[in-house]
């Protein structure tokens, strides 16, 4: 469950300088309602369909590991049973994420966050890295990682956004990689939105798409941070999300939302139109 509230963090510093890299359109889970969410299958559908930007989701294993897995359990999105935190790294290997997923995919491993990482550099990919921590680690999940992604991307290269719902998480995460962009996830506008997301040194806060509003979008941006929203998959909402100045959707409907074909509809206005 997301956390609702926390006093505001003192004492992190923002990430730094920071051009923002991240194009508009991101794909969800990598394009996880297409493929076997949080798989290198899911990360090159979304390629397929033309995303240069992917969501994942990215928890420990018992041994330290850093992998994709959205859920704390194994058996919506794998054959496995039971608590993903429990299990090392070399039975978590073994597992498919492919035969649960309702198109039936060829057998898929769960990737680490070094594979992910290797796959985005190498094709010219950005990552929004959602830290999602098991209950009970989440100042572990958080620093492990942003220590290794601070040593998997080259500083010559965009860094990966890093977001959590945990507040704990993110300010571990802040802690050991002090220079990577950090964004403030939410599943509504709590009251201390904009201050906690302040007190981490956020440049971005990510909301639900059904919380947000003109007026908070603009709160934001005068704060000087970056808004994007999750998971608009229809046109209607991506379109008034976008007047309101959204700078990233979160999508599943990789399939809808083209995104070649809406930075060209953008000159001319409409923003949400399917090629
Ligand atoms: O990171 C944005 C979005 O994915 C958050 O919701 O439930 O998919 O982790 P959830």
Not at 103 to 121: D, H, I, K, Q, S
Not at 200 to 210: M, Y
Not at 256 to 274: E, I, M, V, W
Request: proline share 8%; net charge neutral; glycine share 8%.
């Amino acid at each position: 469950m997301p956390e609702t509230s926390a006093p505001a963090t003192p004492g992190i510093p923002p990430s730094g300088p920071f051009t923002w890299p991240y194009p508009r359109w991101i794909a969800h889970r990598g394009a996880g309602k297409l493929a076997p969410e949080n798989t290198l299958a899911a990360f090159q559908c979304g390629a397929s369909h033309g995303y240069s930007m992917f969501e994942c989701d990215v928890r420990l294993s018992r041994d330290g590991v850093a992998f994709l897995l959205h859920d704390d359990t194994l058996e919506r999105t794998t054959n496995g049973r039971g608590l993903a935190g429990e299990r090392d790294w070399h039975e978590l290997a073994q597992l498919d994420a492919g035969r649960r997923h309702r198109t039936g995919a060829a057998p898929t491993p769960l990737p680490t966050l070094e594979a992910v990482a290797r796959y985005c550099l190498e094709s010219g990919s950005l990552l929004n890295i959602e830290i999602k921590p098991a209950p009970g680690v989440e100042a572990r999940t958080g620093a492990v990682v942003g220590r290794l992604a601070s040593q998997l991307w080259p500083r010559t290269a965009p860094p990966p956004l890093l977001t959590s719902f945990s507040i704990e998480a993110l300010h571990s995460a802040a802690e050991a990689a002090p220079e990577l962009p950090r964004g403030l996830l939410l599943d509504r506008l709590h009251p201390d939105w904009l201050e906690t997301a302040l007190a981490l040194g956020c440049v971005a806060v990510t909301c639900h798409h059904a919380h947000w509003r003109k007026t908070a979008v603009a709160q934001a941006r005068s704060a000087g941070l970056r808004t994007l929203s999750y998971t608009v998959n229809s046109m209607a909402r991506a379109q008034r999300l976008l007047d309101w100045g959204v700078d990233g959707l979160i999508t599943d409907r990789v399939d809808l939302f083209r995104p070649q074909a809406l930075a060209a509809d953008h000159t001319t206005g409409s923003a949400a139109k399917a090629s």
